[in-house]
């Protein structure tokens, strides 16, 4: 992923310094449907969020994947794929939270959009998703918004980092702590990162006045970036 890129279209496609304004129009829900790139199904994203996975998504280069942890009832990944260049989908879910989602809902979703085949998903604990045989393609594009306890945002990035491109771009969800928002998101993310031996960059702190904002963030997002160091050449 060209990093130095994605900052460009970001800046253009979000009014760069307007990038965290609020839209309130967007909370009225016809308002917020007829932008919506798939609003025949439920999801945890705000259109400013969903035009952030759909941009990212259409700069990921051949022969780099993306990996969604966490899906819900898919449509994060359908709001990144849609009306993208078909790339390498890897996607990670158990169900575990929330009553409503399961795999057979997740399916219906993905087949109705003509995207089931394209999603190779494991049906698990995220953790067991990190492995050679399930990420086989470099990833370019990572959206973490799976368990949001410390241990879990830890290893979310703890874990992925032999799987990166070795330039990649990276969205930790429910950025936000607060009453309505016990998320770890932020201080998981930043006690991995330092202790990497790799380049790793927040880039931007996209919020949220609440949980579920429609009118900005949704729940907040983390932008990181990640550059791989060449090994050190050690002179004999
Ligand atoms: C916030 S929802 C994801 C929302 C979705 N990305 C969207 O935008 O519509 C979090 C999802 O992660 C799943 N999840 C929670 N803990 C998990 C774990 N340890 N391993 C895998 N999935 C998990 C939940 O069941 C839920 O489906």
Redesign the pocket.
């Known amino acids: 992923m060209d990093i130095a890129a994605f900052r460009r279209h970001f800046w253009h496609v979000f009014n760069g310094p307007k990038r965290n304004a609020p839209v309130d129009a967007l909370l009225d829900h016809k308002a917020h449907l007829s932008l919506d790139l798939c609003p025949d199904m439920p999801?945890?994203?705000s259109i400013r969020k969903q035009r952030l996975l759909n941009l990212s998504f259409s700069l990921i280069p051949e022969g780099q994947a993306y990996f969604?942890?966490?899906?819900?009832?898919?449509?994060?990944?359908i709001s990144a794929m849609i009306h993208n260049p078909v790339r390498t989908v890897y996607a990670?879910?158990?169900?575990?939270?929330?009553d409503d989602?399961s795999l057979e809902t997740l399916q219906e979703n993905l087949s109705r959009y003509g995207m089931l085949h394209r999603v190779q998903f494991l049906n698990?604990?995220?953790?067991k998703s990190y492995t050679p045989e399930f990420l086989r393609e470099p990833i370019g594009l990572y959206?973490y918004?799976?368990?949001h306890d410390l241990e879990?945002q830890y290893l979310g990035i703890k874990r992925v980092e032999p799987y990166l491109a070795d330039e990649a771009l990276i969205f930790v969800?429910?950025w936000r702590h607060g009453p309505d928002s016990l998320s770890h998101a932020k201080s998981g993310t930043l006690q991995a990162m330092p202790e990497s031996t790799h380049q790793w960059k927040l880039l931007y702190e996209l919020p949220a006045r609440y949980n579920g904002d429609l009118g900005m963030w949704w729940n907040g997002v983390g932008v990181l970036s990640f550059q791989r160091e060449a090994p050190m050449q050690v002179a004999i």
Request: hydrophobic share 40%.
């Open positions: 999801g945890m994203l969604e942890v966490g899906t819900y009832m898919g449509k994060s990944l990670a879910g158990n169900f575990s939270e929330f989602n698990a604990d995220f953790q959206f918004d799976g368990a879990s969800d429910d």
